[in-house]
Nanobody, 121 residues
Framework: QVQLVESGGGLVQPGGSLRLSCAAS????????MGWHRQVPGKQRELVAV???????NYADSVKGRFTISRDNANNTVYLQMNNLKPEDTAAYYC???????????????WGQGTQVTVSS
């Protein structure tokens, strides 16, 4: 069984910073791409940032220059450093990972339970 657990959300003032973490644990053979998405009630979940196993990254236009995604492969962890936060960044943030639980098994997609980020004065 695989679990992804996010942490680091909270309340921050506009212009402030937060760092989200997501640790994957359980029966993991190999992790491929990892990413962060966010969702506001009543709207579709949207991609924030993704990072491949070799470190290549991609960002939503709305967060480019403000957010940085990184990963620690040794500890199966992905991070999202969020700077210069804006009220429109308020959302539940979810991490996900594409991984195999065994060498010849299928590549599956797992999601965390989400962590709330609120940007408000």
């Amino acid at each position: 069984q695989v679990q992804l657990v996010e942490s680091g959300g909270g309340l921050v003032q506009p212009g402030g910073s937060l760092r989200l973490s997501c640790a994957a644990s359980g029966s993991i053979f190999r992790i491929y791409g990892m990413g962060w998405h966010r969702q506001v009630p009543g709207k579709q979940r949207e991609l924030v940032a993704v990072i491949s196993s070799d470190g290549s990254t991609n960002y939503a236009d709305s967060v480019k220059g403000r957010f940085t995604i990184s990963r620690d492969n040794a500890n199966n962890t992905v991070y999202l450093q969020m700077n210069n936060l804006k009220p429109e960044d308020t959302a539940a943030y979810y991490c996900n990972a594409d991984l195999r639980t065994r060498s010849l098994g299928p590549k599956l997609n797992y999601w965390g339970q989400g962590t709330q980020v609120t940007v408000s004065s």
